[in-house]
C-alpha cells in the first residue's frame, strides 16, 4: 500500500463525518417541519385547498315584552354558481340557458357569473320555491342552493323606527336591529369542500358542515297593544293634519322602559326601498325642537327643588317683561295679572317663568337642564340620536336665561324630553331609556336580562311630589283640558313652540305642537310625549291638536293596563274608542 | 496488482435495492393523478420508469463485470465525450428547450439530459487524473492543471443551460473529492471562498435567481411566486406529521406542488409516509454514503479509492441537497433526489454509478 492510501483514507473519514453531520441536521430540520410546524402547515395547506360556500346563520327575533313576533328571519333559497365545476363540466352555455329562462334573467349576465373566475358566485337570492325544484331536478355539476334567511316584520309598519331595517347579507341597518346587530346576526357557518388546484374535486376528499350559530333574539319592551294604540292614534291624527312629522312616545317612568315609539312619516320595513329615506328618520330620537311650554316642567322643577318659588309664591304678570332690549310676552298678549305659581304653571305664563328663570340664575338653570339629561344623548339603544343644542353656558345673558326659562333657544330631542318627564313623575330619578328587556339564546334561555337604571337623582321626593300636583292642575284647570281622561287624574304640559327660522328670527307659520304627561298623577304608570312638527292649518296650539291625542292614548293604555279609576266615570261608554270623544270636547284655548 | 475478488458488497446492493423499490412506489403515487390527467393513464410514468429501471438495473450489472481499470484508461475519452453532448445541448437545433432551459437531447422517443453523464464522466476523470498527479496535487499547480482548469470548463458548460442546480452538484463533488485526493486544506479553504463568492454572483446576477433566495429566506413573502414551490412542499411535508397521511392519499401532488413526482418527490414520500418515512429514506442514504466511502477506503489502489468517492460523493450529495430544497432548507434549485425521482437518465447514470461502486467492492482488501 503506498504511503498517500493512509493520508487518503484519514480524508474519506473526514468526508464521511461530514456528509453524516449534514444529514443529521437535515433530520433534525424535517423534525422540526414534520413535528412541531406538522400541524399548523397542515391547516394552512387545509386551507389553501378548501373552497367554502357561507351558511348564513339566522337573525334572532325580535318579540314584544309579551314574547310576540314583531320582526322575525325566514329562509329563502340563494342559487350560487361554483364556476370551477361549472367550467370542468363543459356545459356553461347550456347551464346559463336554462337557468336564464327559469329565473326569467338575461342568459348573458348568468352566463358571466357561472364562468366568472372566482370560487363560488351568488346568481340569485330569494329563489321562490317551485323554481327550486326545478332547477335542482337539473342537476347541474357546480350549481346548488344555499339557505339565506330574510327578515320579514310581520306586522308590517308598526313599530317601524324602533325595529328598523336589515338589508339581504343579513346585516341591521338601521333601529334596534343595527344597534344589536352584533347579538343579533349570529356567526355564520360553512360547508367546505377540499378541491385540487384545477378546482377539480378530490376522491375522498374532505367535506365539512361547520353549522352556522343562529343569532340572539330580544324581548323589546315595546308593547304591541300600547303600540298599536299609538300608531292608530298618530295616524289618525297625521292623516287630519298632514304635520311634517309627528311622533309619540310611551315610557315606564318608574324603569325607563319604552313601551311604543312611533314617529310619522313611517314605512314598512319589509319593502323599505319604496319609501323615501325621510321616512325612516327617527323623529323621537333624531330630531331636536324647541321645547316650548313643555320645557316649563324643568324649569318648575328647577324652582321649586331650589327653593326659589313654592306653589304659593305670588307672581304678578303684566303681560309683558322686559328683558334688556327685549320684552317677553305671554301668549296672544295676554296678561295673567297676579297669580300664585301654581296658576303660573296652569296658565303657562311665560312671564312669571322667564321671572322665575332670572332669579334663578345662569348657574343653577343649567345645573338642572343638564341633570334632567338635556344636551347629551339619552342613549336608548336605537342609532342616530341627536344631541340636542342648549346655549353654550359661558354665552348665556338674560334674554337666553328668560327664553330658555320658558321652552325657547334651546333644542331637545322628544326622547330627551320625556325621559326628563319621567324623573318629575317618579319621584325625582333619570332613568335611563330602556327598549330590551333580555336577549335570549337559541334555546329561548335569557342570557341577559336588563335592570331598570338610574342615572342620577335629579330632584327630591317633595319636589316631584309638589310638581306633579301642580301639573295635575295644569289638566284639571288650566291649558291642558284637553288631555283629561275620564276617570284618571292626569298631569301634563302643553306646548306650541314657533320654529326658528333659518338665518335667525322665527317662522310665523310653522309650530311645533305638543304636550307630555303622565297618568295616574299620584302613581304614574306611563308618561306619554305627542309631538306634531307643523300641523296644517288651524289650531295649531298643543292643547289643542296634541293634548287630545294625548288623551285617547292614555285613555286606552291605562285600560288596557287594567289601572283601576281613580274617579268616578261619570258614562258608562268605555267601550267607544278612545280618540274620538276627546275630540268632540269643548276646546279651549290655552 | 491483481486481487482476489470477493463478493459484491450486499448492504450496498440492498441499501440500492430498497431506494430504487421505494422510488418507483413513490413516482407511481405521486404521478398517478398528473398522468391520468395529462395522458389519460395513471400508470403512464410508472410504466416509463419500470422500463428505464430495467434498463437501469441491467446496465448496472454490466459494469459490476467489466474491469473497472479499463475506465482509467478511458477517462479522456469520456471526459470528451461528456464535452461534446454538453456543448452540442446548446445548440438550437440539437438541445430542446424546456422552461426556459437548455437541457435535454432528443434521440427519438426518449430524451436524455448531458448534464447527468457529464457528472459521471467527470467523476471518471477526477479519479484516472488524481490518481496519476498523486503528491503533486498539493502544488498549486497540480491542482490547477488540469483538474481546477477543466471543472472550471465543465461548470461554465453546465451554466449556460442554464443549470445551476448542476454545476452546484458537480462543483460539490469534485471538492469533496479533491479533499480525499489530500489537496491542501489552504488551497481547498480559497477554492471553497471562490466557490461561493462564484454562486453569489451568478445568484445575483439572475432576477430569478435572486428571487428564489431571498424567497428562501421569508417564502410567505411571495407566496404565489418564488415561494411558492417552498411552501406546497413544507405543506406536504409538515401534513404529513408523524405517520404520514398513507400511501397514496397526498394531497399537495393534486396539482398544488409543481415537479411532485420529479425534483419534489420527498415532499410527497414526507407527506404519504410522515416522518418515519423521511427517517428510513435518509437512513437509507446514510447507509449508502457509508458503505460507498468504506468501499473507497478499502479500496487497495488509488484510483477505485478516488472512484469510489466520486461516485458517493456524487449520489450522497445530489441526495442532500435535493432534501434541502424540499424541506426548506436551501434556495430551490432543480435537481433530482437520486433512486426515487423520476427521470431516466438520472436513473441511469445513477445506476451505472453504483454498479461501478459495487465492482470496486470486489476488490477490496480484507478490513
Not at chain 1, 255 to 282: K, M, Q, S, W
Request: glycine share 10%; hydrophobic share 45%.
Amino acid at each position: 500500500m503506498n504511503p498517500t492510501a493512509i493520508g487518503v483514507r484519514r480524508r474519506i473519514y473526514y468526508l464521511f463525518i461530514f456528509l453524516a453531520v449534514i444529514l443529521f441536521l437535515l433530520i433534525l430540520r424535517l423534525g422540526w417541519v414534520h413535528l412541531v410546524q406538522g400541524e399548523e402547515l397542515y391547516q394552512m395547506a387545509l386551507d389553501n385547498r378548501m373552497r367554502d360556500v357561507p351558511v348564513e346563520a339566522k337573525r334572532g327575533t325580535l318579540y314584544d315584552r309579551h314574547h310576540k313576533e314583531l320582526a322575525l328571519s325566514i329562509s329563502s333559497d340563494a342559487l350560487y354558481a361554483i364556476p370551477p365545476e361549472v367550467r370542468q363540466s363543459g356545459k356553461e352555455q347550456q347551464i346559463a340557458q336554462e337557468l336564464a329562462r327559469i329565473l326569467g334573467m338575461e342568459e348573458a349576465v348568468v352566463l358571466e357569473k357561472i364562468t366568472r373566475n372566482s370560487r363560488h358566485e351568488w346568481i340569485k337570492l330569494k329563489v321562490p320555491p317551485e323554481q327550486v325544484e326545478e332547477i335542482k331536478r337539473l342537476r347541474f355539476k357546480g350549481i346548488d342552493f344555499a339557505e339565506k334567511s330574510q327578515r320579514f316584520y310581520p306586522k308590517d309598519n308598526l313599530a317601524a323606527h324602533v325595529l328598523g331595517i336589515s338589508g339581504i347579507d343579513n346585516t341591521g341597518l338601521e333601529g334596534i336591529d343595527k344597534s344589536y346587530d352584533s347579538e343579533l346576526s349570529g356567526t355564520p357557518g360553512r360547508i367546505v369542500i377540499e378541491y385540487d388546484a384545477g378546482g377539480r374535486e378530490i376522491p375522498q376528499a374532505m367535506h365539512m358542515y361547520i353549522p352556522p350559530k343562529d343569532g340572539h333574539s330580544l324581548v323589546l319592551t315595546i308593547d304591541e297593544t300600547i303600540q298599536y294604540i299609538v300608531e292608530r292614534e298618530l295616524e289618525k291624527l297625521y292623516q287630519a293634519r298632514q304635520p311634517k312629522a309627528a311622533t309619540i312616545i310611551v315610557m315606564d317612568p318608574s324603569t325607563g322602559e319604552i313601551l311604543a315609539l312611533a314617529c310619522r312619516p313611517d314605512f314598512n320595513p319589509n319593502d323599505y326601498n319604496h319609501y323615501p329615506a325621510v321616512n325612516r328618520r327617527n323623529v323621537a330620537i333624531s330630531n331636536a325642537y324647541e321645547p316650548g311650554s313643555v320645557f316649563k316642567i324643568i324649569t318648575a322643577a328647577a324652582g321649586l327643588e331650589e327653593g326659589v318659588v313654592r306653589p304659593d309664591t305670588p307672581f304678578y304678570c303684566s303681560g309683558g317683561l322686559p328683558v334688556g332690549k327685549h320684552t317677553i310676552h305671554c301668549a296672544n298678549y295676554r296678561a295673567h295679572g297676579s297669580q300664585r305659581f301654581a296658576d303660573v304653571v296652569a296658565n303657562s305664563c311665560n312671564v312669571g317663568f322667564s321671572s322665575l328663570g332670572l332669579n334663578m340664575g345662569v348657574n343653577s338653570f343649567y345645573k338642572y337642564v343638564r341633570a334632567f339629561g338635556f344636551g347629551q344623548k339619552s342613549n336608548i339603544p336605537l342609532p342616530g340620536e341627536a344631541l340636542g343644542i342648549l346655549v353654550p353656558q359661558s354665552q348665556a345673558r338674560d334674554i337666553h336665561l328668560a327664553t330658555m326659562a320658558m321652552g325657547q333657544a334651546n333644542a331637545v330631542t322628544p326622547i330627551q324630553m320625556l325621559t326628563a318627564v319621567c324623573a318629575v313623575a317618579n319621584g325625582g330619578n333619570l332613568m335611563q331609556p330602556q327598549l330590551v328587556r333580555t336577549v335570549l339564546n337559541v334555546h329561548g334561555e335569557v342570557i341577559q336580562e336588563s335592570s331598570p337604571q338610574v342615572v342620577r337623582r335629579v330632584i327630591a321626593q317633595k319636589t316631584s311630589e309638589e310638581l306633579r300636583l301642580l301639573l295635575e292642575e295644569v289638566v284639571a284647570n288650566g291649558t291642558g283640558k284637553n288631555a283629561q281622561v275620564e276617570g284618571y287624574r292626569v298631569a301634563g304640559k302643553t306646548g306650541t313652540a314657533q320654529k326658528p327660522a333659518p338665518g335667525g328670527g322665527y317662522l310665523t307659520d310653522e309650530f311645533v305642537a305638543s304636550f307630555v304627561g303622565f297618568a295616574p298623577a299620584e302613581q304614574p304608570q306611563i308618561a306619554v310625549l305627542v309631538l306634531i312638527d307643523a300641523p296644517q292649518g288651524y289650531p295649531y296650539y298643543g292643547g289643542l291638536v296634541a293634548a287630545p291625542v294625548f288623551s285617547a292614548v292614555v285613555k286606552d293604555t291605562l285600560r288596557y293596563l287594567g289601572v283601576p279609576y281613580e274617579l268616578p266615570v261619570q258614562n258608562s261608554s268605555v267601550e267607544v274608542p278612545a280618540g274620538e270623544k276627546s275630540i268632540e270636547k269643548k276646546i279651549t284655548v290655552p | 496488482m491483481r486481487l482476489k475478488k470477493r463478493s459484491p458488497d450486499f448492504l450496498l446492493f440492498l441499501t440500492t435495492m430498497l431506494l430504487l423499490v421505494i422510488g418507483i412506489v413513490m413516482v407511481f403515487s405521486a404521478s398517478a393523478v398528473v398522468a391520468e390527467q395529462k395522458f389519460g393513464n395513471a400508470y403512464y410514468f410508472l410504466k416509463l420508469q419500470l422500463g428505464w429501471a430495467a434498463i437501469s438495473l441491467f446496465a448496472m450489472v454490466m459494469v459490476m463485470m467489466i474491469d473497472y481499470y479499463r475506465i482509467k484508461k478511458l477517462a479522456w475519452s469520456f471526459l470528451i465525450m461528456g464535452l461534446v453532448f454538453l456543448v452540442a445541448v446548446l445548440i438550437p437545433d440539437i438541445g430542446k428547450e424546456i422552461k426556459g432551459a437548455q437541457r435535454w437531447i432528443d434521440l427519438g422517443p426518449i430524451s436524455f439530459s448531458p448534464a447527468e453523464l457529464i457528472k459521471l464522466c467527470m467523476v471518471f476523470f477526477m479519479a484516472a487524473s488524481l490518481s496519476q498527479t498523486g503528491e503533486k496535487i498539493k502544488t498549486l499547480r497540480g491542482l490547477i492543471f488540469p483538474h481546477l482548469g477543466i471543472l472550471g470548463l465543465v461548470v461554465v458548460l453546465v451554466l449556460l443551460q442554464p443549470d445551476l442546480g448542476t454545476a452546484v452538484v458537480l462543483g460539490g463533488t469534485i471538492y469533496l473529492m479533491l479533499i480525499a485526493a489530500g489537496a491542501r486544506w489552504a488551497h481547498l479553504f480559497g477554492l471553497a471562498v471562490t466557490g461561493v463568492i462564484g454562486v453569489i454572483a451568478i445568484i445575483i446576477s439572475e432576477p430569478y435567481r435572486m428571487r428564489r433566495l431571498t424567497a428562501f429566506w421569508d417564502p410567505w413573502q411571495s407566496p404565489l411566486d418564488a415561494g411558492f414551490q417552498t411552501i406546497q412542499s413544507l405543506y406536504a411535508l409538515g401534513s404529513g406529521g408523524l405517520f404520514g397521511l398513507g400511501l397514496g392519499r397526498s394531497r399537495q401532488k393534486m396539482f398544488y406542488l409543481p415537479e411532485q413526482h420529479t425534483d419534489f418527490i420527498f415532499s410527497i414520500l414526507g407527506e404519504e409516509l410522515g416522518y418515519l418515512g423521511v427517517l428510513v429514506v435518509i437512513l437509507l442514504f446514510f447507509l449508502f454514503i457509508w458503505r460507498g466511502l468504506r468501499i473507497a477506503v478499502t479500496c487497495p489502489d488509488a484510483f477505485g479509492s478516488l472512484l469510489a468517492v466520486g461516485i458517493t460523493c456524487m449520489i450522497g450529495f445530489q441526495a442532500i441537497i435535493n432534501i434541502a430544497v424540499a424541506s426548506g432548507s436551501m434556495p430551490v434549485t432543480g435537481i433530482t433526489l437520486p433512486f426515487l425521482s423520476y427521470g431516466g437518465s438520472s436513473l441511469l447514470f445513477t445506476l451505472l454509478g453504483v454498479g461501478i461502486l459495487l465492482n470496486i467492492s470486489k476488490f477490496s482488501t480484507s478490513r
